[in-house]
């Protein structure tokens, strides 16, 4: 009899640590879509999703590893973005980089505006102009088999960066073109879709989406607007310089910058 209950006393042991690991699991879970949904993104919430989504993989893979389809899923969810990032490096295609980065942006339209956020559930100037070309980089990447806008979107997600540190060419992203007292007054054949317009003191920033037509994320109109020249704005009214992503600028034609 003794050798029969120490047979199926570890069987309720395992039960409640198996519930237990389930219960920490879940909430692990609940936690890291309540971050991936949260509009606002800074360094610390950065941190918390992918250390939430390594959690929570590691937590299924250990939970239900007898599955094997579970086993299996698991596994193909990390070895498909690690051979995506492993694809060799190309030149890039500037114009087809250009038009996956204005299709991602107008993807945004009328999202509202927040401080500070890079979602469809909120998102402003920086985040806007940021996120479209961590979309587009994306689709490019994947459509092309090229590991190098895989790679510049992922560094791009993770460095935020300001208007203003676009403006000042922040980690070499972008190449200041020229300047202008305000965007009515410039000449639309200087510009290419995708460049960028900014303001002087680096509060607002917004996209050239081609035939004379802008988008931005507006603080005043709290929303992403996409505005045609002329139009009644004030950030097409006040001195901007002008920028082109780094990734968009053809390999033998490299611009200087003009004053």
Known sequence: MEMARSNTSPKPFASTTNRLGKRVWNWIVILTVLVFLWPVSYRTTRLALVAGLGLAWAGALVLWWDRRWVRGVLLLAVALPAAGLGFSSRAVDSDSLAEEYVRSLRAFRGVRYIWGGESSLGIDCSGLVRKGMIWGQLRHGLRTFNGRPLRSALALWWYDCTAEAMR??????????????NVEDVDCARLHSGDLAVTTDGVHIMAYLGNRTWIEADPEAQRVL????????????????FLRWQCLVPPASVPRAQS
């Not at 505005?227 to 097409?236: I, Q």
């Open 168 to 181: 000042d060419s922040y980690r070499g992203w972008t190449l200041r073109l020229f300047e202008s007292r």
């Open 226 to 241: 996409e505005v045609s020249l002329p139009a009644n704005n004030k950030w097409f009214k006040v001195p901007v310089i």
